[in-house]
């Protein structure tokens, strides 16, 4: 696997879900209106986890049979929700290097005289760090939005090394 964990492939109700894992260090692919004929074969294919709120799917031979390693994700009411229970029954931490939201790529740091002219001035100015996705090219900086994430991660994170008897 390519992060050193397990990566994991989201079905089309998911992809919340999917951003939310990427933050919290895993690689997790998702694609709007994907079926699940070929979300199960990409799942074959990489060995990631299947997520799905389909219960249908679950009923697949394939599935049953573990040839697929699935969770089935209930329906929660937040996307923090469903990555506490993906968190807790996989029992994984929340990693201390995120990943890309956007595309799950890992986040490379780069000089900031390389960001001149391609992030806002005022970003520019007030911080010192700056990271770029080795996958999509996104460039991304600890602003206050970077903070808000980090928080719920780290409320995720905590709730989701307690006891899954306890929550």
């Known amino acids: 696997m390519a992060g050193g964990g397990p990566e994991f492939v989201c ?6 879900l999917a951003r939310w894992l990427r933050a919290a260090g895993y690689d997790a692919e998702f694609h709007y209106g994907i079926e699940d004929p070929a ?16 219960a249908g799917l679950f009923e697949l031979n394939v599935v049953k049979d573990r040839t697929v390693r699935a969770v089935f994700v209930p ?4 996307k923090a929700d469903q990555l506490g229970f993906v968190l807790r029954r996989l029992r994984l931490p929340v ?13 490379d740091e780069v000089e900031k005289a ?4 391609r992030v806002p001035p005022r970003a520019f100015a ?15 900086w600890r602003g206050t939005h970077w903070r808000r994430i980090a928080a719920t991660l780290a409320e995720v994170g905590a709730a989701a090394g307690r006891d899954p008897e306890d929550t």
């Open 11 to 16: 079905d089309a109700m998911l992809g919340g």
């Open 114 to 117: 390389d960001v001149r002219g």
């Open 75 to 78: 329906r929660q009411p937040g």
């Open 95 to 107: 990693r201390p290097d995120p990943r890309c939201m956007s595309c799950g790529g890992r986040l």
């Open 39 to 54: 979300l199960i074969r990409r799942a074959l294919a990489t060995g990631a986890v299947l997520l799905s709120s389909d």
């Open 126 to 140: 007030a911080r010192d760090r700056f990271w770029r996705c080795d996958r999509c090219g996104k460039l991304l």
